[in-house]
């Protein structure tokens, strides 16, 4: 892998204490081209602008697949990964789906340690703050012609980050717009499924909701997702979300909750839920809490779920009683070097640049 320092840090520009999400990239950045059938040599290189032909595909068709992840500081400055080998494995999964050429998981996991540790001093300290890592592979064969590019690059940008949502969110039950289909790329994390979604978030925040909380095509009679988050809810004292399929996306927040949350004899089923259901309960009052997680947000509360024009508010429940805090302050825990690491999953960031 061939690394090639910057030779000014741009950190000091940077108020690492009011941070708005993805507004400020790192010094370096990951770099790999992929021609002639063959990923080429690796690079971590300063952070640069592109220089893309017009014509490349990404622009015209949309063969593009990302990552969230994240990197986090202890209160001794180690630096640490969380499940890092899940999101090469997703992102070849979503490459596959959109017909772009898998990356070999152990030179991703190679630079990213290296980007990271390079990039060390652009980690946040504080508790909840993280360095966002942001993977994604984008077709650059310039070519209008609609065929898959037969040429990609992957690359890794990192930006320091706060919690995504400060605040519970209202949310609106989608009736109308889909994310996913039977078949489609909605396990995937393409780009265009995020596209997709602006205009129908731009609508529910016109009617005052801060999300949508998609529901199956065409009927829409089914909760998939919630956003750009998986979905969780309480009615009584289980905890349910939609099982995984194809239009779900497999979150690594939401598979780490799972199994935390069996850990601390929380029942979560993973099963479909209906529209009917929820609703239902929503009337009863048997709904005690529900929450989106992801790696941005880590646990988003909701505060209303709107249907059909009428809002249902969730009740106010403490910190110390509510299924989603606790998990997501156990999670944090891990994450943040805090507590022991009963699965494995904080990867330490080795330290082997001095960065000047
Ligand atoms: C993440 O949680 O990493 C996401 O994918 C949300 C992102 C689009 C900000």
């Known amino acids: 892998m061939l690394i090639k320092k910057s030779l000014h840090s741009r950190i000091s520009d940077v108020d690492l204490k009011n941070l708005s999400f993805g507004s400020e990239l790192s010094d370096h950045m990951f770099y790999c081209a992929y021609r002639q059938g063959c990923w080429q040599r690796p690079k971590i290189k300063p952070l640069e602008p592109l220089t893309l032909s ?16 994240k990197a986090y500081k ?29 990356f070999s998981e152990e030179i991703f996991l190679e630079g990213l340690s290296k980007l990271v540790d390079l990039d060390r001093h652009w980690v946040p300290q504080g508790y909840g703050q993280a360095l966002y890592i942001r993977p994604f592979m984008i077709a650059n064969e310039a070519k209008i012609l ?24 209202r949310i609106k039950i989608e009736q109308e717009y889909s994310r996913a289909t039977q078949g489609g790329v909605g396990f995937t994390k393409a780009a265009g499924n995020y596209a997709a979604a602006f205009y129908p978030t731009r609508l529910a925040n016109e009617q005052s909701y801060d999300q949508v909380l998609w529901t199956n095509s065409p009927t829409h009679d089914r909760i998939e997702e919630s956003g750009t988050m998986n979905a969780f809810f309480r009615i009584g004292n289980q905890l349910i979300t939609p099982v995984i399929s194809d239009k779900i996306l497999g979150g690594i927040t939401r598979k780490s909750l799972i199994e935390l949350a069996s850990h601390d004899g929380i029942e979560v089923q993973e099963r479909e839920l209906t529209v009917a259901e929820l609703v239902e309960n929503l009337k009863k009052g048997m709904v005690k809490e529900a929450f989106g997680t992801g790696t941005a947000v880590v646990v988003c509360p909701y505060k209303i779920i709107g249907y059909q024009g009428k809002d249902f508010s969730l009740p106010q429940i403490s910190d110390d009683k509510s299924f989603g805090l606790r998990l997501k302050s156990r999670l944090m825990e891990i994450q943040y070097n805090r507590s022991e690491d009963f699965f494995g999953w904080r990867k330490l960031v080795k330290s082997s640049f001095t960065v000047g």
């Open 54 to 69: 017009p014509a490349a595909s990404v622009f015209h068709y949309g063969q593009a697949v990302f990552e969230g992840m």
């Open 74 to 102: 202890d209160e001794n400055g180690d630096v640490f990964l969380f499940r890092p080998q899940e999101n090469i494995r997703r992102l070849n999964r979503s490459a596959e789906r959109l017909n772009m050429p898998s």
């Open 146 to 169: 609609a065929s898959s590019s037969r040429e990609f690059l992957l690359m890794i940008i990192c930006t320091p980050v706060n919690t995504y949502y400060s605040q519970s969110l």
